[in-house]
């Protein structure tokens, strides 16, 4: 029987010629898409590759619980404080806006945007290093939330099976890391899945090491990264009463502004001004300076304000004791627990087989929210009034 051909594969064909006359030669074709394995859907629907990525993104269960991960600031009661979905579509708009000037596909920006903090722990970075403290006490590597975001997406959504996603996804996805301070990035082609496997294994147990983007749209989100953050968290910092706007360094305001409208414009024209026609994305020397300048003022008076980590040494604690219970949990086969009928459940023989116990503690953990993990500890660790009849 002859298999039926989708009447909108001339268009998808229409679309892929269109997208080699109209994306800059740096650019990355959805044709280019490499993936695991091969699938009738990707190759005989309808859809360019990377749309179809950003598309299963959207629609995972990781991303539906971006609404309740904290992006800095957690265990505060304000309605109007940046959380990691706003703070995903802000990435989103900034890279694909700087994307459409330089001609590069702006569907393999949006997947790279939308899935780059999906492996993030509760409880934001303070978070991902308590986490990161007790895997490598267990023998497992650190936890680093852009390794997570793979792993979360290509080897524990659809119960273990993940998404075949997109290799130049996935690895913008790895290599995303906005805290690292660039002037100028210049992309590494050529990159395989084993390549991918190989950096994986190298971010796990040596945090360190750096890692570079095969495409120059991930380049693009790397930059994007610190300039959807940097003046959004000084817009909430101020609402928090933690700094004040004359606190900004003049030499940053000068060059780049003192309010969060201001400073993304600032640097996104930069950016497409220092980057246009180049295989390289890249900060003008005088506001990369800047802009490095403004990143220490946000860690010493934002990030590392004692004001808001009153409460660490405590979800430190919270974090030591869950994971030692769902351990024990894991290891008894208590099948009541969290851990099997919210996570383990139908899981794939291939996760089971190919993480340890530990490893899938670690998954279990960081997939939640910062709602659901307190809720967690409050069953868990938290005694029950009994009933006053038995």
Known sequence: MMKRISPLLGLKEELNRRESSILSPQATPSTAAIHRRPEERVERGHRLNFSLDADRILHSLAYTRYIDKTQVFYLIDNDHITHRVLHVQFLSKIARDIARFLRLNEDLIEA??????????????????HLSAICEGHGIGSFQHN????????????????????????????????????????????????????????????????????????CVVRLADTISYIGRD????????????????????????????????????????????????????????????????????????????????????????????????????????????????????????????????????AGMTDDYFLKQCQERLLPRKMPSRF
């Open 234 to 365: 000084i817009e909430d910092a101020i609402r928090l009463n933690l700094v004040s706007r004359d606190q900004i360094p003049a030499s940053c305001a000068s060059k780049l502004g003192t309010t969060n409208g201001a400073i993304v414009y600032n640097l996104v024209e930069d950016v497409i001004k220092n980057s246009a026609g180049r295989d390289a994305v890249a900060f003008s020397a005088k506001v990369s300076e800047a802009l490095r300048e403004l990143k220490t003022f946000n860690y010493r008076y934002i990030y590392q304000n004692p004001k808001i980590k009153g409460e660490e040494h405590k979800i430190g604690r919270l974090f030591e004791l869950l994971f030692e219970l769902y351990l024990d949990d894991f290891k008894k086969e208590r099948r009541d627990s969290a851990l099997f009928g919210g996570f383990l459940e139908g899981m794939s023989p291939d996760y089971l087989e190919g993480n340890s116990p530990a490893e899938i503690v670690r998954d279990f953990i």
């Open 147 to 218: 390794v997570q975001s793979v792993r979360s997406l290509d080897r524990i959504e659809r119960k273990g099976r993940g998404w075949n996603l997109s290799l130049q996804v996935l690895d913008g996805v790895l290599c995303h890391d906005g805290e690292i301070h660039e002037a100028e990035l210049r992309p590494r082609p050529g990159k395989t899945f084993d390549d991918l496997d190989r950096e994986i294994a190298l971010k796990t147990y040596k945090p360190e090491e750096v890692l570079v983007p095969m495409t120059l749209e991930g």
């Open 112 to 129: 790279i945007a939308l899935g780059h903090d999906i492996g993030h722990a509760p409880f934001g970075h303070d978070g991902e290093r």
